[in-house]
């Protein structure tokens, strides 16, 4: 069974880094067959897929974001890692790590992790 | 990037009654595997994603065989056959193709 587990501020000030890890277990992370992404959305609007990395190490960006993003995998402690740098309020809201497979697409997801951004 | 545009973006539905969601992109979806990279998703009130339909058509585990998803190229369908309580929720549908994008989500609610 593929769980998914989201982790980190819930509340970050504009301007600052915010850093999510995703603890996984349940599936085999080792090649490009499967990949970890994050996903936001934020309140009451759509989803938003952020980034993503491949089990064989090579990660892809959302091109509007893609200078604010990195997506770190750590195989050694089953957990994917995202930051995000320059946080505004307009990014405020619940942050999803998901596995993606190219037939399933995303999956399976975790519950979510609320973000604030707010001075 | 392509845009996934879904009509209505609001739904009332009669328990018991067909529902259907219209979803179309502003690129075609089929790639030249012969797959449509179109997945449907169902989020129900608090509660993370879940995945229904993938490649346009094919359910996912566990999915009831009410829910369908068909269409191709750049027009696509989601039809519920008997619509229940237990499936209110924001219905999205995404598209694979070129990274990643969602609709902008159907509300299903009961009448």
């Known amino acids: 069974q593929i769980t998914l587990n989201e982790s980190g501020p819930t509340l970050v000030k504009p301007t600052q880094t915010l850093t999510l890890t995703c603890s996984f277990s349940?599936?085999?992370?080792?090649?490009?067959?499967?990949?970890v992404g994050w996903i936001r959305q934020p309140p009451g609007k759509a989803l938003e897929w952020l980034a993503l990395?491949?089990?064989?190490?090579?990660?892809l960006y959302s091109p509007s974001l893609q200078t604010r993003l990195t997506i770190i995998k750590d195989t050694s402690k089953d957990h994917v890692v995202l930051r995000m740098t320059n946080m505004d309020p307009v990014d405020t809201g619940t942050y999803y790590c998901?596995?993606?497979?190219?037939?399933?697409?995303?999956?399976?997801w975790g519950r979510g992790t609320r973000v604030t951004v707010s001075s | 990037d392509i845009v996934m545009t879904q009509s209505p973006l609001s739904l009332p539905v009669t328990p018991g009654e067909p529902a259907s969601i219209s979803c179309r992109s502003s690129?075609?979806?089929?790639?030249?595997?012969?797959?449509?990279?179109v997945y449907w998703y169902l989020q129900k009130p608090g509660q993370s994603p879940q995945l229904l339909i993938f490649l346009g058509s094919n359910r996912a585990p566990g999915v009831p065989d009410k829910f369908g998803g068909s269409g191709s190229g750049t027009d696509f369908t989601l039809t519920i056959s008997r619509v229940a309580a237990e499936d209110v929720g924001i219905y999205y549908c995404m598209q694979g193709l070129q990274l990643w994008t969602f609709g902008q989500g159907t509300k299903v609610e009961i009448k």
């Open positions: 690129q075609s979806l089929l790639h030249s595997d012969g797959y449509n990279y």
């Open positions: 998901s596995v993606f497979a190219k037939v399933l697409g995303w999956g399976s």
């Open positions: 990395v491949y089990g064989d190490g090579d990660k």
């Open positions: 349940g599936f085999s992370f080792s090649n490009n067959a499967v990949a």
